[in-house]
T-cell receptor
């Protein structure tokens, strides 16, 4: 059973518009979340994180929102740029006692020029 | 900026061969990880280590083995490669604060 789900395998957005990538999780013990960006044949690159004590974290064009009651997080990219085209993974961890991350299946974002 | 290196980046070998995927990091991180990823799938944790002489199997069963003799080095070995081992293998380390994972560029293995 997948504990971290990214139900949209792909997303296309026009350049300059907002990209919203979603992630759902099932384990209420998760208390730290990461978003990664991955290009083909490369390793994932860290984008942004959020702790369960927050509901929002912002870094430049990237904002992550966490809704603990819904066990849902989302990554907003504004404005979207063609260079943002990649696969985006969310990952979750319960840091108290474990240092292992569970990853979702990823969403392929395509930003159209 | 993270300094974690994987070699080889690409490897094509025949069935039955022994292979070792190398992973090194220069950050002095104690926690290191191996993930396996097939196209369109999530990253699956196959091995992890919290320090020298400490290794554990991950959530996904794997026929590979790992060792951690030095902090900076976490190699993965397949004694007898099979086509089912064809995948991308990603090595990562975790910062001491326990947050971010730093990934290497990956090793793409193809077993014929």
């Amino acid at each position: 059973d997948q504990q971290v789900k990214q139900n949209s395998p792909s997303l296309s957005v026009q350049e300059g518009r907002i990209s919203i990538l979603n992630c759902d999780y099932t384990n209420s013990m998760f208390d730290y979340f990461l978003w990664y960006k991955k290009y083909p044949a490369e390793g994932p690159t860290f984008l942004i994180s959020i702790s369960s004590i927050k509901d929002k974290n912002e870094d430049g064009r990237f904002t992550v929102f966490l809704n603990k009651s819904a066990k849902h997080l989302s990554l907003h990219i504004v404005p979207s740029q063609p260079g943002d085209s990649a696969v985006y993974f969310c990952a979750a961890s319960g840091l108290s006692g474990t240092y292992k991350y569970i990853f979702g299946t990823g969403t392929r974002l395509k930003v159209l020029a | 900026e993270a300094d974690i290196y994987q070699t080889p980046r690409y490897l094509v070998i025949g069935t039955g061969k022994k292979i070792t995927l190398e992973c090194s990091q220069t950050m002095g991180h104690d926690k290191m990880y191996w993930y396996q990823q097939d196209p369109g799938m999530e990253l699956h944790l196959i091995h992890y280590s919290y320090g020298v002489n400490s290794t554990e199997k991950g959530d996904l069963s794997s026929e590979s083995t790992v060792s951690r003799i030095r902090t900076e080095h976490f190699p993965l070995t397949l004694e007898s490669a099979r086509p089912s081992h064809t995948s991308q293998y990603l090595c990562a380390s975790m910062s001491p604060s326990g947050g971010e994972l730093f990934f290497g560029e990956g090793s793409r293995l193809t077993v014929l």
